[in-house]
């Protein structure tokens, strides 16, 4: 018994197969728009989006794996703690989770027709500014608002009083 092949959908298309079909897409969108039903434009211009944000976002999916150990490293330098376990944790939870919502969001902004090299990188643009943002933190040291001082001061009371046996208020 022999199945026929159907037609793949975007995301089941190999590279070449994907350019191609984006190609063939613009076409159909341009002579559409030199005159034909305007729910077929509307439908070419969908479609050509569509494998248009298939193609850069498989482009974004590629550059993750250079910005995420980034972000890792410069969390990992940031965090200073006794527990090993903390800098793995923080990384493997908050680099994914900005990459992913940013990524959502430029890939909603690029079904649009919303400039779909640029948003489906959000992702790995949000990622790499906030690893820029934590090496320049770490460049330039700990800086301390007034508030934070007296909070910390206040902190090291607590810890202070704690360890002589009277707890705070006493």
Not at 114 to 134: K, M, R, S
Not at 137 to 166: E, F, N, T
Request: aromatic share 10%; hydrophobic share 40%; net charge positive.
């Amino acid at each position: 018994i022999e199945i026929p092949r159907k037609d793949p959908t975007v995301k089941d298309m190999t590279a070449a197969e994907l350019r191609e079909s984006t190609d063939r897409r613009l076409e159909r969108l341009r002579s559409e728009e030199k005159g034909g039903n305007p729910e077929d434009l509307k439908y070419a211009k969908g479609q050509y989006w569509y494998a248009v944000t298939e193609l850069h976002r498989r482009l974004a999916l590629s550059l993750c794996a250079l910005s995420f150990p980034l972000c890792a490293f410069a969390l990992g330098l940031f965090v200073t703690s006794s527990n090993r376990l903390l800098p793995f944790f923080l990384a493997t939870t908050l680099v994914p989770s900005l990459y992913f919502l940013s990524e959502m969001f430029g890939n909603s902004l690029a079904r649009k027709g919303i400039v779909p090299w640029a948003t489906q990188e959000l992702g790995n643009l949000a990622v790499g500014l906030f690893t820029l943002a934590l090496l320049l933190r770490l460049y330039r040291g700990p800086r301390r608002s007034g508030s934070a001082v007296l909070v910390s001061r206040w902190l090291a009371g607590l810890a202070r009083a704690g360890r002589m046996g009277r707890g705070p208020g006493r």
